[in-house]
C-alpha cells in the first residue's frame, strides 16, 4: 500500500489528505529520527546543547553560593538546588520522566531512581563512595537518552532496574557535596538536603512526562518525545568526550 512520503499535517504543496501524524506510526514503520531531521535542525539541537553546557561551569556551584549548611532549611534549598543546577542531573531526570511516561506505572518507575539515588547519597556520605560515579552518570545520558530516542518503551522492570541503578551514582554525586563540608553537617541538615533532592527531582521526572503528554505525545514513538531523548544522548556524547579528551591529548603527544 503506498503511503505519502510526507509527515504530519496536509501540505499546501500537494500531499494527500488523510497523512498519519510521525507518533502515529505502527512501530514496524517508524521512520529513523535522523532521516526526519533535516542538517539544519540538528545543528540547532546540537549548538543548544553546546551552550547549556558551556553555561553548566557557571551556574553549578553550591546553591547556598559556597555558605556552609547549618539548618534544616539550608539542606533542604542546597537539596533542592543541586539537581537543578547541574545539568548533567537535570537532563538526566527529564529523560527519565520521559521514559517513564511510557511504561505501564509511569509514578512508580522514577520513584525506583529516587529511591536508589538517596541511597547513593547516604553511603557517600557514610564514606562508601560509587567508583566512577562521573563516567556512570555520563553514561546514563546516553543510556536513557538514546533509548527515549529510539521510540520503544520499555517494560517497568526493566525501567526500574535501569533507573536504580544509575540512581546510585547520581546520589553519590549529591552526597560529594556534603560529605566535603568542613567540619560536617547535622543530622536535621542531611534530612533536609535528602528530601529536597529526592521531591524536587521526583517532581521534575514527573513533570517532564506529563510537558511530553501534553504536547501530544501518545506513546514512545511520538517525535516529539524522541527529541527530547536526542537532546539527552547528545549532551551525554559531548560530555564524553571532554572525558577522552586529555588521556587522547596526552596520548598523541607522547
Known sequence: MHRSSCFGRQQRTGCSVGVRSPDRWPLHEIPPLFTILKGTDMKKILTTAGLILAATPALAHHPLGGLPMETFTHGLASGVGHPVLGFDHLFFVVAMGIAALFTANRLATPAAYIGAMLAGCALMYAGI?????????????????????????????????????????????????????????????????????????????????WAIRKLGASDARAMNARLGGAMVAGVGLFLALEIVEGPLVALIAA
Open 129 to 209: 563512595a560509587m567508583p566512577i560515579a562521573e563516567t556512570m552518570i555520563v553514561l546514563s545520558l546516553i543510556v536513557v537518552g538514546g533509548i527515549v530516542l529510539s521510540g520503544k518503551a520499555l517494560s517497568t522492570p526493566v525501567a526500574m532496574l535501569v533507573f536504580a541503578g544509575f540512581g546510585l551514582f547520581h546520589g553519590s554525586a549529591f552526597g560529594a557535596s556534603i560529605a566535603g563540608q568542613e567540619g560536617g553537617i547535622g543530622g536535621a541538615v542531611l534530612l533536609g538536603y535528602l528530601i529536597g533532592l529526592g521531591a524536587i527531582q521526583y517532581l521534575i521526572a514527573v513533570g517532564a512526562g
